[in-house]
Each structure stands twice: as structure tokens, then as C-alpha cells.
């Protein structure tokens, strides 16, 4: 891991994941997240930092807390904001996402806020604007920010992600958030640790620096500092990967009895929406072990500190 007195390197100009970023620009962003979360303490929330800029979020599939908490942490910092609605737009009469775009440039936009079914489309949308792009999720590949603001919570609760042990219990398969976490984690010095049936946990995950894989839900906590739920993407599951889902809940259900094999300490996180008392129980997200509600109010921080890079805090 690059030592924390080395150069920092050059910004990247998107966040479509994590491969240009350094350890050490990943830390000043969580950094500079501390000072946005201070901004939202006060009577006031909102600065000037992005006065006359324009941010526009564009949403190929549904998401009202992701883009809620975009549009929000952009007006925070007085960004002019416009929504665009795949559904009620022109894609949803053939129009292509390149000619989506380049409309889109043509109102003078300074930033995309991209989410889309399919893998790879925010990279297409930061070749065709030629403008920041921040990915929001692309099919299964990658959702950078619930990544940033789940380190994010990590560190409030210990500090530092160095020597941590964080465990992902769920639908790895079929999972943006645990393929981002397992990209961004290690570079800031955790241990990842993917669970799930072996159906839904792809083994070539195991070959990520500072990852390992495995089906053994006990095993996956033991020593954990932060165990993770995901949501078992029932929509997604057309593949026959699961016998049963009450089969899934007794084995690898997040609840107490789990949570014993865990640090005393650890905390539990969830990226929601929740299915309860299927891949989480009520008792394990709503007790004093939880920090569920905290990854929701840390999502404002974390986006508007990576608005604030990719816009303002260039060198």
C-alpha cells in the first residue's frame, strides 16, 4: 500500500470507480467528507461552493435515495440541479444514449450524475460529454459513492479502515455495492471478506488484492469489525440460484445469533432498501450495533465532498 507521505498523483476527473484513485486521494475525499458533515450541523446548510455551476442527475433506472441524496448534496453547495427521467424522455421512444447526451451538453450541463442498467454506460456518458461524470451504479459493475460512504461510516466508528476486517454477507452476484467495496476497501488498508451460497458468489472476486470468498457465514464474521448485509435481489433471481428463500434466511440471514462470531464491538451496515427478516432481522438492523440510519445521513457528506473534488478542488 502506497505509504501516506507519498504524492497523492493526479486527480482523476470521474468517479466511475476506483482504478485511478490513489489511497491517498481516496483519504482526502473522506477527509474533506468530515467538513461537509460540518456544514450540515449547522442552522444553515448550504454553501456557495458550486454557485453557477450546473449538476444533472441522469437516471436510466429507478433510485430515489441515491439520486435524492445527489440532488440534495448538490443544492447543499448551490448547484443549479436538472433532473432527467429516462422513462419520461425520448429514450423511451429509441432514443440512443449517445444522442441522449450530446442533447444534453448542448444545455451547457458541468456534471453527470449517471445511473443505468447496463455495466459500462457511464463510462460511454464521460466519453460523450467530455464533462465530470460521478457513476450513481451501472448494471452489477460498480456504485462508487455507497462504496465511499460505507468506508466512510467505517472510519467514523474505528478512526481508520487500516487492519479492519469488513465481511459482505448476500447476493455477491449480483452486487454493485460489494463489488465497489471490494475494490475500495483494501486500498485504504481493510480486509474484505465476500459470503454468500456459492450460486451467488462469484469466485473470481478472490483474485482482488486484500479479498477472500467464502460460504461459510461464521467463518465470514469471525473477527469482522463491520458485517454488511446486501439485499437479495429478488428481482434478479430468474436463474434458479436459490432452493428456497426461508433456506437462505437460516443460513445466512444477519442477526444476532451471527453477530456473536463477530468483534464484540463490530457494527452492522445495510446499502438498503431492506428486505427484513430475509437477508437482515429487525433486531440486527434496528439495535445499538447498527449504523444503517448513519450510512443515510453520511451519503450528503460523502457526495458533496466527491462533488467538491471533481468541480472545485482541482489543481
Known amino acids: 500500500m502506497t505509504s501516506a507521505t507519498s504524492t497523492p498523483g493526479p486527480r482523476p476527473r470521474h468517479l466511475l470507480d476506483f482504478h485511478d484513485w490513489t489511497p491517498e486521494r481516496l483519504t482526502a475525499l473522506l477527509d474533506n467528507a468530515d467538513t461537509m458533515s460540518q456544514v450540515l450541523d449547522r442552522p444553515v446548510k448550504k454553501v456557495p461552493a458550486l454557485q453557477g455551476l450546473t449538476v444533472c442527475t441522469v437516471f436510466f433506472e429507478n433510485s430515489t435515495r ?63 460529454s ?19 460512504l460505507d468506508a466512510y461510516t467505517i472510519r467514523q466508528e474505528y478512526g481508520s479502515l487500516e487492519g479492519k476486517r469488513v465481511a459482505i454477507i448476500g447476493d455477491i452476484r449480483h452486487s454493485r455495492v460489494a463489488r465497489s467495496n471490494a475494490e475500495l ?71 444476532e445469533a451471527l453477530l456473536q ?6 457494527i452492522v451496515l445495510h446499502p438498503g432498501p431492506m428486505n427484513r427478516d430475509l437477508e437482515i432481522s429487525s433486531d440486527a438492523a434496528d439495535g445499538g450495533r447498527s449504523r444503517i440510519l448513519k450510512q443515510v445521513e453520511n451519503g450528503q457528506a460523502v457526495r458533496m465532498s466527491v462533488l467538491y473534488h471533481l468541480l472545485v478542488g482541482r489543481e
Do not use: W
Not at 482482488?208 to 467463518?219: A, F, I, K, M, N
Open 66 to 128: 441515491t439520486r435524492t441524496s445527489f440532488e440534495l448534496a448538490a443544492r447543499r453547495m448551490s448547484a443549479d440541479v436538472m433532473t432527467f427521467a429516462a422513462g419520461s424522455s425520448s429514450v423511451s421512444k429509441g432514443e440512443s444514449l449517445r444522442d441522449t447526451m450530446e442533447v444534453l451538453t448542448a444545455y451547457k450541463v458541468d456534471a453527470y450524475i449517471v445511473r443505468h442498467h447496463a455495466a459500462g454506460a457511464a463510462h460511454l456518458v464521460a466519453r460523450y
Open 185 to 255: 476497501l483494501p486500498k485504504l488498508g481493510a480486509e474484505v471478506v465476500l459470503c454468500g451460497p456459492a450460486t451467488l458468489l462469484p469466485r473470481d472476486l478472490a483474485a482482488l488484492p486484500g479479498v477472500t470468498v467464502t460460504s461459510d457465514p461464521r467463518e465470514a464474521v469471525c473477527g469482522a469489525h463491520a458485517v454488511m448485509a446486501l439485499r437479495l435481489q429478488q428481482e434478479r433471481m430468474n436463474g434458479g440460484f436459490l432452493a428456497s428463500l426461508q433456506e437462505y434466511a437460516d443460513t445466512y440471514q444477519v442477526n
Open 261 to 266: 462470531h463477530a468483534e464484540s464491538g463490530a
Open 130 to 148: 467530455g464533462k465530470p461524470v460521478i457513476n450513481a451504479g451501472d448494471g452489477r459493475r460498480a456504485h462508487p459513492t455507497q462504496a465511499l
